[in-house]
C-alpha cells in the first residue's frame, strides 16, 4: 500500500507561484511513474503533469498544454517526494491538486493510488 501526502497548497495572487510536493511511503518510490492532477468545483479532475521513472535514458516529463512553459514537474527519489513548480499563476488554475502513482497517462482511471489533494487558489 502506497501513501501519498499532497502539502504547499495556498492562497497566491496572479502571477505568483507556489511549489507542491507529494511525499510518498510504503512503497519503492524510484520504482513509480507519477502524475499530478487537478479539480475544479463542478469539473472533471483534469490531467496536469506526469513523470517516468529515472532509466539509463533519463527522465521523460509530460503535461498538459494549459501549463506548458509555467509548471515542472520533478521528482527527488531519495526524498521520497515528487513536486510540482507553478509559476505565472493564474485564476483558472485554482483547483484541488492530487498527486497519485501508476502511470504517466493523462486518463486519472490509469492510476492506482491517490493523495488527499491539496487547495491552490489563485486571485486576480
Known amino acids: 500500500q502506497v501513501q501519498l501526502v499532497e502539502s504547499g497548497g495556498g492562497l497566491v495572487q496572479a502571477g505568483g507561484s507556489l511549489r507542491l510536493s507529494c511525499a510518498a511511503s510504503?512503497?519503492?518510490?524510484?520504482?513509480?511513474?507519477m502524475g499530478w492532477f487537478r479539480q475544479a468545483p463542478g469539473k472533471e479532475r483534469e490531467f496536469v503533469a506526469a513523470i517516468t521513472v529515472i532509466t539509463r535514458s533519463g527522465i521523460r516529463t509530460y503535461c498538459t498544454d494549459s501549463v506548458k512553459g509555467r509548471f515542472t514537474i520533478s521528482r527527488d527519489n531519495a526524498k521520497n517526494t515528487m513536486y510540482l513548480q507553478m509559476n505565472s499563476l493564474k485564476p483558472e488554475d485554482t483547483a484541488v491538486y492530487y498527486c497519485?502513482?501508476?502511470?504517466?497517462?493523462?486518463?486519472?482511471?490509469?492510476?492506482?493510488?491517490w493523495g488527499q489533494g491539496t487547495q491552490v487558489t489563485v486571485s486576480s
Open positions: 510504503g512503497g519503492t518510490f524510484s520504482t513509480y511513474p
Open positions: 497519485a502513482v501508476g502511470s504517466t497517462s493523462s486518463s486519472w482511471t490509469q492510476y492506482d493510488y
